[in-house]
Every structure is written in structure tokens, then in C-alpha cells.
């Protein structure tokens, strides 16, 4: 509602606007024939440039080769790029595996070398637990072995 006046002041502007200019045409009729003419020279020189008829310019045939030979050595490369790159990445996977696998193999020689001591300390305290005599009382202990065996 309160855009009312402002649209009531534009469209009384506009209508003032429009009986001044009827009023100067009225009163000056050589300003409306030289401005009727030069509106209809702009549209017979419009009329003239847009419905003229124009050369279709068919495109060479080495323009057409030059075009398809650019797209392909562009798609090529594009291809080529994104093919290094994923060999690139099985590589680095294949790199990683075998450094795993070393790293396994590492770990199980290094269990192995652990149980191997871990045996002989066994099979060490076994000898050591097994014996029927002392060590200080083994001269004694051999000699007994003699005398059974007489």
C-alpha cells in the first residue's frame, strides 16, 4: 500500500511526459519527418544486414585432420598419464608386499633362532637334572660303573 503514491507519481510523470512530446511534435513537424526518416533508414539498413545472404564457409579439410589429430594426441596423453600413474601405484603396492614379506621372513628366522636357544637351555638343565650323581661325587660314581661291569 504504500507504493501506491510513487506509482501514482510515475504514471502522472509519464503522461506529462507524453503530452510534452506530442506537444513538440505538434508544434515541430520538420523534427518528425527527419526523425520518421532516420528511424526507417535504421531498419531498412537492419532489414538489409540481417536478411542478406551469406557465404557458408565449409570448413578444409586440413583444419578437420588438424582438430581430430589434436583431440586424439590429447585424449593419448591423458590416457597415458593416468596409466603411468596407476602403474606407479600397483608398484608402490608391490614394493610394500615384498617388504612385508621380508619383514614376516625376518620375524620367523628371529622366532626360530629364539627357540633353537630356547632348546638348548632345555636340553642344558635336562642334562643338568638327569644326572644320578654330583659332580664331585662322579669319579666315585665311574668307579662303581667299573665294578658292575666286571
Known amino acids: 500500500m504504500k507504493f501506491e503514491p510513487k506509482l501514482a507519481n510515475n504514471t502522472r510523470e509519464s503522461e506529462e511526459r507524453t503530452a510534452r512530446e506530442s506537444a513538440q511534435s505538434v508544434e515541430d513537424p520538420v523534427l518528425d519527418r527527419v526523425l520518421s526518416d532516420f528511424r526507417s533508414s535504421v531498419h531498412a539498413w537492419s532489414d538489409a544486414a540481417y536478411n542478406r545472404p551469406r557465404p557458408i564457409a565449409a570448413a578444409s579439410?586440413?583444419?578437420v585432420w588438424r582438430k581430430a589429430a589434436a583431440w586424439s594426441l590429447g585424449s593419448m596423453l591423458v590416457i597415458g598419464a593416468a596409466g603411468g600413474g596407476v602403474l606407479e601405484y600397483r608398484h608402490r603396492q608391490d614394493v610394500a608386499r615384498i617388504a612385508a614379506a621380508r619383514a614376516a621372513q625376518q620375524?620367523?628366522?628371529?622366532?626360530?633362532?629364539?627357540?633353537?636357544?630356547?632348546?638348548k637351555e632345555l636340553a642344558k638343565v635336562d642334562t643338568d637334572v638327569?644326572?644320578?650323581?654330583?659332580?664331585?661325587m662322579?669319579?666315585?660314581a665311574q668307579l662303581m660303573t667299573e665294578d658292575e661291569s666286571q
Open 61 to 63: 579439410s586440413r583444419a
Open 107 to 119: 620375524q620367523r628366522a628371529l622366532a626360530e633362532e629364539h627357540e633353537r636357544e630356547a632348546e
Open 130 to 136: 638327569a644326572r644320578e650323581v654330583p659332580n664331585a
Open 138 to 140: 662322579e669319579p666315585l
